[in-house]
């Protein structure tokens, strides 16, 4: 599948799409860009979160590009450019993270490893935070890895987050799991709904990102189905868990929108202080898409960023002198 561009949203230059099959045989679609270019600091791997897609990311990648890495990203089965889980395209479904973690091994075995240029560090948004995190009690794939609201913990919305967890694990028993979460359904973002959108505070980049989905709806998806937030949750509870079991051996940043509506800070910063080597970050007042967040908000995570990147490569030059 083609990569989309509008006037609002250009192609960063050198950017190339393509498509790699997971071993349970879905289509994933993926990008990168600069990978043979000089000179090269390596290679950023950019994870998005629920429901995005790779377009979304052109104004990052872009600014990776700027600091000479080269980048390599993917969509996640079920949105974007990559296969659907249903028949309904619209719904972001999924039956365990599981699944996410067979797209992320299958994208580092067929893409990053053979044609990426190393050190390789990862940079996940929300539900890409949580696949990543999930990842290092196994994988030393990453030198570094900086997550941006990390999945850690859904914002509250009413229900204890335990009754929630307990109903949609009865609903999916009792084969619910592919219906939408109550109050959710197909409708993608539209321009009229960034008053109310807890995901940015800019207007300029919420526009854009709906203009890219009404010029190719098909990269959208819609609410959450019960299975997906089921999912989530034994997901968030299991990366939880292993924060008190297994320490990281790769070094983490976390970086937390002071103002996130969607996934709790208060569970990211007892992740956090649960993991003492974690250096974190918070960016007061800065909504839940920090990367899509007004200049002011992104100029405080880029900051962090490239002070955290540049102590490892001051940390390789020590090691090689």
Not at 13 to 19: C, H, I, K, Q, R
Not at 208 to 228: E, F
Request: charged share 25%; proline share 7%.
């Amino acid at each position: 599948m083609e990569l989309v561009e509008t006037s609002g949203n250009p192609r960063p230059e050198g950017l190339e799409g393509g498509t790699i099959k997971t071993r349970d045989n879905l289509r994933l679609r993926y990008a990168t860009c600069g990978i043979h270019d000089k000179p090269n600091r390596g290679t950023v791997c950019l994870f998005q979160g629920r429901g995005e897609f790779i377009e979304k990311y052109y104004e990052p990648i872009a600014r990776l590009r700027e600091r000479d890495f080269a980048v390599a990203t993917l969509d996640w089965r079920g949105q974007g450019g990559s296969e659907r889980l249903l028949n309904n395209p619209r719904k972001g479904h999924i039956r365990r993270f599981a699944q996410y973690d067979e797209d992320l091994a299958t994208f580092m075995r067929e893409v990053v490893l053979p044609d990426c240029p190393p050190p390789y560090y990862a940079l996940a948004h929300s539900m890409g935070g949580n696949i990543v995190l999930r990842a290092l009690a196994t994988r030393t794939w990453f030198s570094k890895v900086v997550t941006v609201a990390p999945l850690v913990g859904l914002a509250p919305h009413g229900a204890p987050w335990k009754l929630v967890r307990a109903v949609t694990a009865v609903a999916v028993m009792i084969g619910l799991g592919r219906l939408y979460v109550p109050g959710h359904g197909s409708r993608l973002p539209r321009a009229k709904d960034f008053k109310d959108n807890p995901l940015t505070s800019d207007e300029r980049r919420f526009l854009r990102t709906a203009a890219v989905l009404d010029s190719a709806s098909y990269l959208g998806v819609g609410g959450p189905t019960i299975g997906w937030v089921n999912a989530a949750l034994a997901a968030t509870a299991r990366l939880r868990h292993m924060a008190t079991q297994t320490p990281f051996r790769t070094p983490v940043l976390i970086v937390t929108p002071g103002d996130d509506r969607v996934v709790s800070p208060e569970a990211i910063a007892a992740f956090a202080h649960g993991l003492s080597i974690l250096p974190a970050v918070t960016v007061d007042k800065a909504r839940h898409e920090l990367l899509m967040e007004r200049d002011l908000f992104q100029s405080q995570f880029w900051a962090a960023f490239d002070s955290f990147v540049h102590e490892h490569r001051d940390a390789l030059r020590a090691s090689a002198a």
